[in-house]
């Protein structure tokens, strides 16, 4: 144990007894994410099979048994190979499943099994802190998986384009759009039971009538506007329109806008719920 | 010239809701001290540690942390205190030292700062052997070790502790006051709550008792002890489901009686004198002890009930 030094100076050191600098916003942060990306390592195998063979077989199933099906009656969906339809739709409902995970048990965990959030906000740091390091850290894992997924997938012949490139920035803000409201409902729930509804009743149908698998004109009239106000549907028509190289930029444009404005909105509510649950 | 005092409240108040936890409750505690908060579960008193750590906001009244203001100085007052909560709060799936690494980075301590005092404080934990180990198997006893490891990295000048050894057994409590001890003798200021009269008397140099929110005596254990108790306590066990019947057969032996679902405690400066006063009055217990006085008794004087409730 150290004492104060005498010093002119307001603080003293970090490890010593006295005022102590504050923390730069980059060390606060990167000690969350720091800790986060020593919890990744050490679930990385459970991690690569939950978030990557899961939209392989998507990609085999829908991609190419579906998809040769398809070519073969119709010789495409509008010229266009039913693989090459599909894959980047995939790309961006995978990040729409990696968020449901990531968002939902994990900081559940750390609010209210582990308490790992409350050892956190005993230091220096604040729920905000914690928020922008978590999601950071889950938009860290959202650009691996999606870049291993997009690797893989070229592998199959699934992008048309270089253009397809362009499907990982896509990708990473349509699984933002997810995970911070997510994040946010979780911050709101006393238990896990609410998660299961979050799974069946929204990221199944949602996966299902987006536009992922054909597109939502051949939906029910009535059906449409629901896909218009979901993440994902946005998610998927940008990341095709970019990798098929068919961009319509006012279309673009208003896709990504709803994107950010979901991520946006929800940021502000999702700390909103998070202070009240942590700062009792 | 005057000791330091780190931590002062005056009418400090936390309200969830209807729910008053805890009712305008005045302390202040110096530099080096050691002191505890004595009483039952639902008394105040982790509400109470919880603004005192700087992270539950105060409802009213007034709370200085190292002579400033937690509503505004929350992280600077945070960054020079270590707190040991109820629950471990470990990661389980991360070894013992990565546990240390990790929460001395949320301090802003080097990765090289980091590293060392690691080393010095699970030794000082003694979890050495134990520092690649998951954190998952470690007993009861080690992770509460490791948890106060951890709340040390940051070298703080004021040590929170909240029920430090509910839940272990004997040995690993023993373990831990010990290490308690020493930090003490090192000049760490240490705050804790506690159901236990044995790891208040212990422990603490000066410590409130706290019911229903409320602070309802304060002073050292050996003053709170002659103040509202006396020097030796009878306990006598009698083979009957109602106490109260024999507690009016001995009345006026010893200075006061107290009557539990389960015994009789009288109270008295000379415990066998009074056992004796039972002998002749020709009742005959099932059992008789005689031992001292404690926090507990106490505890029971000033609220009617016992700690451990």
């Not at chain 1, 603080?11 to 942060?29: C, M, N, Q, W, Y």
């Not at chain 1, 990744?40 to 978030?51: H, K, N």
């Not at chain 1, 991609?63 to 980047?88: A, H």
């Not at chain 2, 700062?113 to 404080?121: D, S």
């Amino acid at each position: 144990m150290t004492g104060a030094p005498m010093s002119t100076e307001v603080f003293t050191a970090r490890g010593d007894h006295g005022p102590r600098p504050p923390l730069a916003a980059r060390e606060r942060i990167g000690a969350v994410t720091g800790y986060l990306l020593l919890v990744y390592r050490r679930t990385l195998r459970g991690t690569i099979i939950s978030t990557f063979v899961s939209p392989l077989f998507f990609l085999l199933a829908m991609g190419i048994g579906l998809g040769s099906l398809i070519d073969e009656r119709t010789g495409g969906l509008g010229g266009v190979p039913y693989l090459q339809f599909v894959v980047p739709a995939i790309v961006a409902m995978q990040t729409m499943w990696l968020a449901m995970f990531e968002a939902t048990y994990p900081v559940m965990d750390y609010i209210k099994w582990s308490k790992l959030y409350d050892s956190m906000l005993a230091t220096p740091l604040r729920v905000r802190d914690i928020l922008v390091g978590h999601i950071g850290s889950i938009a860290g894992r959202l650009v691996v998986a999606t870049a291993v997924f997009m690797l893989v997938a070229s592998l199959f012949g699934g992008f048309a384009t270089w253009g397809a490139l362009w499907c990982l920035p896509i990708a990473v803000l349509t699984g933002l759009a997810f995970t911070v409201p997510i994040f946010g409902f979780t911050a709101t729930q006393d238990n896990e039971d609410g998660f299961t509804i979050l799974f069946r009743l929204i990221a199944t149908p949602l996966m299902l009538f987006s536009g992922t698998f054909f597109p939502i004109d051949q939906l029910p009239a009535w059906m449409q506007p629901l896909a218009w106000v979901t993440p994902l549907w946005h998610g998927v028509e940008s990341s095709r329109m970019v990798a098929l190289g068919t961009v319509d930029p006012p279309w673009l444009a208003l896709h990504l806008g709803v994107l950010l404005a979901f991520v946006l909105v929800a940021w502000v509510l999702c700390e909103r719920a998070l202070t009240r649950r942590l700062v009792k | 010239m005057a000791e330091e005092i780190l931590l002062s409240a005056r009418g400090l108040t936390k309200r969830f809701g209807d729910l008053t936890a805890v009712d305008g409750v005045d302390f202040a505690v110096h530099k080096g001290e050691s002191f505890g908060f004595l009483g039952p579960n639902g008394a105040g008193k982790s509400s109470t540690m919880r603004m005192v750590g700087a992270v539950s906001p105060v409802t009213a009244g007034e709370l200085r942390i190292f002579g400033q203001d937690p509503a505004t100085h929350g992280p600077q007052i945070r960054a020079r205190l270590g707190v040991v909560p109820q629950q471990d709060q470990l990661d389980q799936e991360l070894t013992v030292e990565e546990n240390m690494w990790v929460y001395g980075r949320y301090f802003g301590l080097s990765r090289a700062q980091v590293r060392e005092r690691a080393v010095e404080l699970l030794a000082f934990a003694q979890l050495t052997e134990r520092a690649k180990d998951r954190v998952e198997p470690l007993s009861g006893g080690m992770k509460r070790r490791l948890t106060i490891a951890r709340a040390l990295i940051s070298t703080p000048e004021m040590l929170l502790l909240d029920e430090p050894t509910t839940g272990l057994d004997p040995q690993a409590r023993h373990l831990l006051w010990d290490r308690l001890f020493r930090l003490k003798r090192q000049g760490v200021t240490l705050i804790l709550t506690t159901h236990y009269m044995d790891e208040a008397e212990q422990l603490c140099d000066r410590l409130v008792v706290m019911d229903h929110g409320r602070i309802v005596a304060e002073g050292s254990p050996q003053a709170l002890i002659r103040q509202h108790s006396t020097r030796e306590v009878l306990e006598l066990r009698f083979d009957a489901d109602d106490h109260a019947e024999f507690g009016t057969k001995i009345a006026g032996i010893g200075q006061r009686i107290e009557v539990l679902p389960d015994r009789l405690l009288v109270y008295a400066e000379d415990g066998d004198e009074a056992a004796a006063g039972v002998h002749d009055r020709g009742i005959q217990p099932l059992s008789s002890l005689v031992r001292r006085s404690t926090l507990e008794d106490v505890f029971l004087h000033l609220t009617g009930r016992t700690l451990v409730d």
